[in-house]
């Protein structure tokens, strides 16, 4: 069974191949293009089914799966569709199966329309008078510069549960505001694995004080 992938805004995001493995099911799923870290999910009627976080593999991204009749539980059927869902963002509910229309009743018989009555021209406005210009304030202060600072708890910017597990692991992050998102910078070194692995692709290396690190840009809860 194979399922076109959409982002709950109805753009295509890849392709979901559904077959069964022995007892269990094999979920394959694959996208060409890279998209911000998100969930795969099966919607059902009678609920949703989660698969998971694709990684990013040859310019794309992919997801394969495997699950048991117990894993699965009532979702053995076929589904109603297959979102790509931002990290942080609710699922969209499926709209409910379309019940039966009911047979259209007879049409009443049309009762005569009223004789059209002219009415009355209305008398012309006053012309308002021009409004008094409000004065211009005056100018402020000059605002502080903005620079990074020390960040003991990057994990409370995310609204992920798996992003906020992650961000909980990493020690020395900064942060500063941009506008209105917030820039999150974490330690990084080439050697050694990096704990956000669904969200690297999207960190920009900077040099931050003589120190290697990966900046992101948080907006809401969630990685642009």
Do not use: N
């Not at 990290?87 to 018989?109: K, N």
Request: charged share 25%; hydrophobic share 35%; glycine share 8%.
């Amino acid at each position: 069974m194979r399922y076109d992938v959409t982002t709950p805004g109805g753009r295509a995001a890849g392709e979901l191949t559904v077959t069964p493995a022995g007892v269990k099911t094999a979920f394959a799923y694959k996208s060409d293009e890279l998209f911000p870290p998100a969930r795969l999910i099966l919607q059902f009627h009678d609920g949703d089914l989660s698969l998971g976080i694709p990684t990013p593999k040859d310019g794309g991204q992919a997801l394969t799966k495997k699950l048991s009749p117990l894993e699965l539980g009532p979702h053995d059927g076929a589904a109603a569709r297959a979102l790509l869902v931002p990290l942080g963002e609710a699922v969209p509910p499926l709209e409910p199966e379309p019940e039966p229309e009911p047979e259209p009743e007879p049409e009443p018989e049309p009762e005569p329309e009223p004789e059209p009555v002219e009415p009355e021209p209305e008398p012309e406005p006053e012309p308002e008078p021009e409004p008094i210009p409000a004065p211009e304030p005056e100018p402020g202060p000059a605002p502080a510069p903005v620079s990074w600072t020390p960040e003991p708890d990057p994990a409370r910017y995310f609204t992920d549960p798996d992003l906020i597990a992650c961000a909980r692991e990493i020690a020395g992050a900064l942060v500063m505001p941009d506008g209105g998102d917030v820039l999150l910078a974490f330690p990084f070194s080439p050697s050694m694995p990096f704990p956000m692995l669904p969200a690297f692709r999207f960190g920009a290396a900077q040099d931050i004080d003589g120190r290697s690190y990966l900046v992101f840009r948080v907006r809401e809860g969630k990685i642009t």
